[in-house]
């Protein structure tokens, strides 16, 4: 944000790897029914949760940075992105299996 800010090419580590982009109240909405579910039925519940995005909804950074980017300029921002490779390398693909919370809470991404 800030080398957006500055009308300044931000640094991307990896802007084709993959991410399962979600907005933080997804995985509140789990949290809070995993919360009611704990104290209604006790340790039943009390195990590893993942709460995510359906599998279609993970996208590559660089979409991200070209949709922020974009938004930016329309106000009037000049911000761009640009890759960095060989430094810190990331996985190019990251998900989370949320087929617990589906089957046994019953819960659904929005």
């Known amino acids: 944000m800030r080398a957006i800010a500055a ?9 084709q790897a993959v991410r399962p982009w979600q907005h933080v109240l997804e995985p509140l909405a789990g949290y ?3 919360a009611e579910r704990l104290h209604t039925e006790g340790t039943t519940f009390a195990e590893a949760w993942n709460f995510g995005p359906h599998d279609e909804d993970a996208r590559p950074i660089q979409r991200l940075i070209q949709r922020l980017t974009a938004a930016w ?3 009037g921002g000049q911000g761009t992105g640009s890759s960095t490779p060989g430094r810190n390398p990331t996985a190019p693909y990251l ?16």
């Open 7 to 15: 009308s300044e090419p931000a640094a991307i580590r990896s802007p």
């Open 32 to 34: 809070l029914l995993l």
């Open 73 to 75: 300029q329309a106000g």
């Open 95 to 110: 998900k989370l299996d949320c087929a617990k919370a589906r089957s046994q809470l019953g819960w659904q991404p929005r």
